[in-house]
């Protein structure tokens, strides 16, 4: 451990905690009173508990040297020093707050196939919701926040409550999506007005997802799924969507983005992520066209009267 560290924790215990606790509490009743986020209150809350660990609140300069010298990402630190600054507003303290820039850093998208074998392996509670992360790219919060009047289950539509300031949007679930969330709805006799996913928040989504996703890796003996991220489903979902509209303006309301410079992101992404494998389909009348349409095939061409269906595999 380095020596200011050593300072650092030093100080800390021999500050009053209790009273420091109250002091973070004070932070976040402001935060909510000001109207902000309940899930953007929760992340300063955990910011300045973590600081709190390791370093005396009321003294602006050990906070400094401690994020200075952590083995933590540029990132971590940007939103530790943004979480501080609330701090010492709330409390009169007085700190140069560091500049840290978080490093851009192009997400993977994984595989659908790898998204359906952790769907497949997981609970009903836990696959229903992966689906709908799939078909729709919800944020995690989003999904958790989710309840039964927010969807149609008629048209398979859902009207979510957009976090992060985004405009409305309506989502479609697919059929088998709808399917299995019809199910779980009426094994757990859901009522309009309750959450769809009961007491889980994000975290508790993340955890449980994590788990089975490794449960999953090691059954398979593919271990590059324990790589993959609850976020990375959103990820998915905007790249193959726009794979499929072209059209990056529908992409951003659909991910309830407020900017487009966020939503350009995924024209870079698909260049990497396609490859040239496809199964194809041919539909000889209008119903077999609508299922392959409804199933995620795209129409190419057609010949000798027979029109040609593709889908990525």
């Known amino acids: 451990m380095k020596p200011q560290q050593t300072s650092c924790l030093f100080q800390k215990k021999n500050s009053q905690s209790s009273i420091k606790n109250g002091k973070i509490i004070e932070v976040l009743w402001e935060l909510k009173k000001t109207g902000r986020a309940e899930a953007t209150i929760k992340?300063?809350?955990k910011a300045l508990h973590a600081l709190e660990k390791h370093c005396n609140l009321d003294n602006p300069e050990a906070v400094r040297t401690w994020i200075a010298t952590a083995d933590k990402s540029d990132g971590y630190k940007r939103n530790l020093c943004s979480s501080y600054d609330?701090?010492?507003r709330q409390h009169g303290l007085t700190w140069k707050k560091p500049k840290y820039r978080e490093r851009a850093k192009m997400p993977k998208i994984p595989t659908e196939a790898k998204i359906s074998y952790i769907?497949?392996?997981s609970p009903t509670k836990l696959a229903t919701a992966l689906s709908i992360s799939r078909d729709t790219g919800l944020r995690p919060v989003e999904l958790?926040?989710?309840k039964l009047k927010d969807i149609d289950l008629t048209k398979g539509a859902i009207y979510p409550e957009t976090a992060k300031g985004g405009s409305p949007r309506v989502l479609k679930l697919k059929n088998a999506t709808l399917n299995m969330l019809n199910k779980y709805i009426a094994k757990r006799n859901i009522k309009p007005n309750d959450y769809v996913f009961g007491t889980w928040n994000s975290d508790n989504y993340g955890k449980s997802f994590r788990y089975h996703r490794n449960k999953t890796a090691?059954?398979?003996?593919?271990?590059?799924?324990?790589s993959i991220r609850l976020y990375d489903l959103r990820h998915f979902f905007a790249t193959m969507l726009y794979h499929k509209t072209k059209d990056i303006l529908f992409v951003k309301q659909q991910m309830g983005h407020k900017k487009i410079e966020t939503t350009l992101i995924y024209t870079?992404?698909?260049q990497f992520e396609q490859d040239d494998s496809y199964t194809c389909k041919i539909a000889?009348?209008?119903?077999?066209?609508t299922d392959l349409i409804e199933n995620g095939f795209e129409y190419i061409t057609e010949i000798d009267g027979y029109k040609?269906?593709?889908k990525r595999k």
């Open 43 to 45: 992340n300063i809350g």
């Open 86 to 88: 609330h701090y010492t």
């Open 119 to 121: 769907i497949a392996n």
């Open 144 to 146: 958790t926040r989710l």
């Open 218 to 226: 090691e059954k398979l003996q593919d271990f590059s799924i324990k």
């Open 268 to 270: 870079q992404l698909l």
């Open 284 to 289: 000889n009348n209008i119903k077999d066209a």
């Open 308 to 310: 040609m269906f593709r």
